[in-house]
């Protein structure tokens, strides 16, 4: 049925798994791994955090704080006993963590906790056995506590979007119902599932696997896959994603992809990737730790040698080094970066935005320009009626009328007319004598009334008249235009378009206020792109822009000086989004668009894009404050704890640098759990 010139494109290019093909059993491997690890952590702290208490009890430097006096015969062994506990048993993963630093020559975070936890386990051992000066017995066990908990916090959070994900995977079917070669109909788990076999869902059964409907008609819930809380209506040609609830329809479907390839298995995937991608702020904690390091170890032992040369004896001299590595461990960094992930993980899960690369995410705060795909990012990817100009009927009748004849093809602009009698809530009557006009139209009988849906080309070969100039301007906005004729009489003309997506005018009206440009890449024709971008009040256009020439044109606009998010749904979008700054994929949208995307919006919202330039934005603030409020403490506690103020009598003593550390890391939680989007 040719209604006009207009031409649609699709792509349906085959995915192929490349970079993703791991074994089920290795990536269950990988995962339980890290649940592992996740769990030890967990363990760790919970057991070093109840031994911390009477460990607290116990120091005497903490009783003369509080001015009370628990002292008794072989306390100290006791103290000590603990306290060795804490350092092996808690310290663990950060005393091999630094070795695995140190055998590369790259000391970071692990290496920083070390130095401080051997200094003051060591230092401390000593006090017990011997040598003069107070113990760090408590600010051992604090530090191993705190640190403990920021690792297990920082490896929950990522693991918590894996474990609901991979907890989907285990709500899939393990049975589904086959249909045999000769009809029968044969229950098979849903592991022996090939591509192109037929399986039935009845009525409420879950779906087994991705594919495509071949027979029937249904509503299918996928509010657990995509966040859309609407059942969506399918029928025949639409696809099925596995582990969607059908409604009350029966449908036959065919089995398009099975096990790792299915959509839930990508996004399982996809976290598992997120997981991996270091986050750039979370390395800039890691930078920060390193040259602590350096501090601690250089301040430490400038210290020594400055006490020394004033004349104080060793133990004094070395008290004020001990107390000066010690503080130069922060325990406010160790929670600055992993509580700000945390959150910001949790709030992105919470918005349907799936982060499969952290450091494009937080640099997501500096885009200047978002440039969207048209076809089902901007629009719906679906005919709708934008106009109906009648002559002597009303619209809803010819409306009425025109749906009735095109309810019998399954062509997109016949839906459109179809779904246009749904938003009237105008029934659809009876046709007889249909037929289809080869490339012109379709015509049938209607209540006793021949019409007709024709194209400009046949009334243009049988002469008939119509409105020229409202034909000519609905053609250069790029719309479709249909006649309907009643018993040989011309009664309206209804234009259609891609239908413009409301949540997009939305999002490119905030881009706007946050002043972010909008632009539009398509290979649609320049009409029909320039109707679309004057609907939106886009900043610019690229249109009849070929699917390769879509990364070139991701390229000039990045050459401009700008940074550039490209959002996109389809496989002829996939290299720019691997070239823009930021690479958005529609969650509806292709394999490939998501396999090459740093973010999957799960609920094909062009509005999210806003949310994550604005978490983007929030996030960073976050961690500098965090980093800020953590560093901030270094830098006033460590001259004071060496003493650099001595002369006017006021020397950092460890219970102060104690309190002072412990209000910098409610601080820094209290922040990071202030992070809103």
Same mark, same amino acid.
């Given at each position: 049925?040719?209604? &006009? ?53 116990? &120091? ?18 006791? #103290? ?14 950060? #005393? ?26 060591g230092y401390s051992s000593l006090t017990v056995f011997g040598l003069s000066g107070k113990n760090f017995f408590w600010e051992l066990a604090t530090l191993i506590d705190i640190m403990l908990l920021g690792h297990w916090i920082e490896m929950k959070s990522v693991m918590g979007a894996s474990k609901a994900l991979e907890e989907l995977v285990k709500l899939m079917p393990s049975e589904a119902h086959r249909i045999e070669e000769d009809g029968g109909i044969k229950d098979v788990p849903t592991t022996e599932l090939q591509e192109g076999d037929h399986v039935l869902i009845k009525p409420g059964e879950k779906v087994p696997v991705d594919g495509e409907i071949i027979k029937g008609k249904s509503s299918i819930d996928e509010s657990m896959l995509t966040g859309e809380s609407v059942p969506v209506e399918k029928s025949k040609e639409d696809s099925v994603i596995g582990a969607s609830i059908n409604g009350e329809g029966s449908l036959t479907v065919k089995v398009e992809k099975t096990g790792e390839d299915s959509y839930l298995s990508q996004v399982v995937t996809m976290v598992k990737d997120a997981q ?13 730790? @390193? ?41 406010? %960094? ?9 959150? &910001? ?7 349907? %935005? ?57 062509? *997109? ?16 009557? $009876? ?18 009334? @021949? ?17 020229? $100039? ?14 309907? %004729?009643?018993?040989?009489? %011309?009664?309206?003309?209804?234009? #259609?378009?891609?239908? =413009? ?34 609907? #939106? ?9 070929? *699917? ?7 390229? @000039? ?77 270094? =830098?006033?506690? =460590? ?30 939680? =209290? ?7």
């Amino acid at each position: 049925m040719e209604h &006009s010139n207009h031409e649609h494109k699709h792509s349906n290019s085959e995915h192929e798994h490349s970079g993703h093909n791991h074994g089920e059993e290795h990536g269950h491997d990988h995962t339980s791994h890290h649940a592992h690890m996740v769990e030890d952590f967990k363990k760790r702290f919970y057991i070093s955090l109840v031994i911390t208490i009477p460990v607290l009890i116990l &120091s005497p430097m903490l009783q003369d704080f509080a001015n009370i006096d628990l002292r008794f015969t072989g306390d100290l062994y006791i #103290l000590f006993a603990l306290s060795t506990f804490i350092f092996f048993y808690g310290g663990w993963p950060f #005393l091999t963590g630094a070795w695995s630093e140190l055998k590369e020559k790259n000391p970071g975070m692990m290496t920083l906790i070390a130095l401080a936890i051997v200094v003051a386990y060591g230092y401390s051992s000593l006090t017990v056995f011997g040598l003069s000066g107070k113990n760090f017995f408590w600010e051992l066990a604090t530090l191993i506590d705190i640190m403990l908990l920021g690792h297990w916090i920082e490896m929950k959070s990522v693991m918590g979007a894996s474990k609901a994900l991979e907890e989907l995977v285990k709500l899939m079917p393990s049975e589904a119902h086959r249909i045999e070669e000769d009809g029968g109909i044969k229950d098979v788990p849903t592991t022996e599932l090939q591509e192109g076999d037929h399986v039935l869902i009845k009525p409420g059964e879950k779906v087994p696997v991705d594919g495509e409907i071949i027979k029937g008609k249904s509503s299918i819930d996928e509010s657990m896959l995509t966040g859309e809380s609407v059942p969506v209506e399918k029928s025949k040609e639409d696809s099925v994603i596995g582990a969607s609830i059908n409604g009350e329809g029966s449908l036959t479907v065919k089995v398009e992809k099975t096990g790792e390839d299915s959509y839930l298995s990508q996004v399982v995937t996809m976290v598992k990737d997120a997981q991996a991608s270091k986050s750039k702020t979370q390395n800039f904690s890691d930078r920060a730790a @390193k040259w602590l390091f350096y501090l601690a170890l250089g301040a430490g032992f400038t210290t020594l040698f400055v006490w020394l040369l004033l004349g104080y004896d060793f133990v004094y001299a070395l008290e004020r080094m001990v107390t000066v590595m010690v503080i130069a461990c922060p325990h406010a %960094l160790g929670l600055a970066a992993p509580l700000v992930v945390a959150r &910001s993980t949790a709030l992105s899960a919470k918005q349907g %935005l799936l982060i499969r690369n952290r450091t494009s995410f937080e640099s997501a705060r500096q885009i200047d320009a978002v440039v969207f795909d048209k076809t089902g990012t901007l629009t719906e990817g679906r005919f709708g009626v934008t106009e109906v100009i009648p002559e002597t009927m009303s619209e809803d009748e010819v409306i009425q009328l025109a749906a009735s004849v095109e309810m019998e093809s399954e062509h *997109p602009i016949a839906r459109g007319i179809v779904e246009e009698t749904n938003k009237r809530s105008l029934s659809v009557k $009876e046709v007889e004598d249909f037929q289809s006009i080869t490339g012109k139209g379709l015509e049938g009988t209607v209540e006793g009334k @021949k019409v007709m849906v024709v194209s400009p080309g046949y009334m243009n070969d049988e002469g008939i008249d119509y409105r020229n $100039e409202t034909f000519t301007e609905l053609s250069e906005q790029g719309k479709t235009v249909v006649f309907v %004729l009643v018993d040989g009489k %011309l009664e309206a003309m209804i234009a #259609l378009a891609d239908i =413009i997506r409301e949540s997009a005018k939305n999002a490119i009206h905030q881009l706007k206020k946050i002043n972010v440009s909008s632009m539009m890449l398509t290979g649609d024709n320049q009409q029909v792109a320039n109707w679309v971008a004057e609907q #939106l009040e886009l900043n610019d256009v690229y249109a009849e822009v070929l *699917p390769h020439e879509k990364a070139e044109q991701i390229k @000039k606009v990045k050459e401009k000086g700008l940074k550039v998010a490209m959002t996109g749904d389809g496989v002829n979008d996939a290299p720019a989004l691997a070239n823009a700054d930021l690479g958005i994929a529609i969650g509806a949208g292709t394999d490939v668009a998501m396999e090459t995307a740093d973010i999957v919006l799960v609920k094909s919202n062009p509005e999210d894009v806003v949310s994550i330039i604005n978490l983007s934005k929030a996030t960073y603030r976050k961690m500098i404050q965090n980093l800020w409020w953590a560093a901030g403490y270094n =830098i006033i506690a =460590i001259p004071l704890a060496a003493g650099v103020l001595y002369p006017i009598g006021i020397v950092l003593s460890p219970a102060v640098g104690a309190v002072l550390m412990s209000l910098s890391t409610i601080i820094v939680a =209290i922040n990071a759990k202030l992070l809103k989007t």
